[in-house]
C-alpha cells in the first residue's frame, strides 16, 4: 500500500468526521440557540458538546430505524 493512498484515506476520514460536526452544530444553532448562547456567555463547553452529542445519536437513531 503507498503512503500516499492511505494518507488520502485518512483526509477524507478526517474531513467526513470535521464535516459531520460542523453540520451538527449549525444545526444546534438553529435549533437550540439557547444551549449555544450559554455555553458562549459562561465559557463552559460541556452543554455545548452534551448537547452535540445528543444530536448525534438521534440522528444516528434515526438512520437505524430505516434498517
Avoid: C, H, N
Avoid at 485518512?10 to 440557540?33: I, M, N
Wanted: hydrophobic share 60%; charged share 10%; glycine share 10%.
Amino acid at each position: 500500500m503507498k503512503i500516499s493512498r492511505l494518507s488520502v484515506g485518512v483526509v477524507g476520514f478526517g474531513l467526513a468526521v470535521v464535516s459531520t460536526l460542523a453540520v451538527a452544530a449549525a444545526w444546534l444553532l438553529l435549533t437550540d440557540p439557547v444551549t449555544v448562547a450559554g455555553a458562549v456567555t459562561d465559557g463552559e463547553i460541556s452543554p455545548l458538546v452534551q448537547a452535540l452529542a445528543t444530536l448525534l445519536v438521534d440522528a444516528v437513531i434515526g438512520l437505524l430505524g430505516y434498517l
